[in-house]
């Protein structure tokens, strides 16, 4: 027969650290499953930056601006480091390295006009209840690797979109209206 004291200490176990243990094998769910899953998500994020980066090279075929600034992309299989960067007119550089046992991935860039100030980018991957894979890069969703791509490729180039100018200039014409 067990002993009375012991059958109460189980309960204690059970009731103060059952929280903190669904926890934990939570957090070993997701990452199994971005072990699984993240390395393919990756390589489709690697593969539409690539894509991008050679679209935008034919598109500067022939331009100074290319030929003074090469565009280079660089994809590493066995650490999963993407590097990818433009010399000049404008000098740009990104990498990333996922890190899926923490659940983020190491993301250093330089834009367009930051006059050498390397920025570091936050990025999570999630796994929703539904098993999806997300990646957020400054708190921005993606569940499609190629968003992602785009994403990256507008902050890098800092590409500004009509309506970011429409939101700026919202102001124009208004002065003296009232």
Known sequence: MVEEWLVRLANQIKDRERRPAEESANT??????LQKRGPAFWRTFSD???ENMLALRNLLEGDVTLAEGPLNFTFDPSSLQI???KAAF??????????????????RYLSAGANGHVSSMNCQFLIGGDGRLTMRLD???FTNPVDAATFIMERLFRIVTTRRLESQDSHIGHVGSE
Request: proline residues 9%; glycine residues 4%.
């Open 28 to 33: 070993r769910r997701r990452i199994e499953l």
């Open 48 to 50: 539409a930056l690539q």
């Open 83 to 85: 590097a990818l960067s």
């Open 90 to 107: 404008p000098v740009v550089q990104f990498t990333a390295t996922p890190v899926f046992d923490r659940e983020i991935a190491d993301v």
């Open 139 to 141: 708190g921005r969703p």
